[in-house]
């Protein structure tokens, strides 16, 4: 049974950083893709990072290129998502994501939200 459990939001000043962890379980961690989704009010979700299975290869929405990270760690089935220079277009709930024989699975959603 596939669970991806996330934790670390939080409310933040503009300009802090933030870091995203999920706990992946279930599944061949270590082979699969992972994502980090965002979704704001009145929005639809969308794409935030990807990082592939052995880590190699990570991929970046333009609006956060160059002050979000994703990671991973196999060893421990983790992956984390690095947020810096926060700003207020930032706020959304946050979701990890992987997907698996053609399903989606999700994470619960931490709440991000960036104060001025």
């Known amino acids: 049974q596939v669970h991806l459990q996330e934790s670390g939001g939080a409310l933040v000043q503009s300009g802090d950083s933030l870091t995203l962890s999920c706990e992946a379980s279930?599944?061949?961690?270590?082979?699969?893709?992972m994502f980090w989704y965002r979704q704001s009010p009145g929005k639809q979700r969308e794409s935030v990072a990807t990082i592939i299975g052995d880590g190699s290869f990570t991929n970046y929405d333009r609006a956060v290129m160059g002050r979000f990270t994703i990671s991973r760690d196999n060893a421990k089935n983790m992956v984390y998502l690095q947020m810096n220079k926060l700003k207020l277009e930032d706020t959304a709930i946050y979701y990890c994501n992987t997907y698996l024989r053609a399903q989606n699975y999700w994470g619960q959603g931490p709440q991000v939200t960036v104060s001025s």
């Open positions: 279930g599944f061949p961690f270590s082979t699969t893709a």
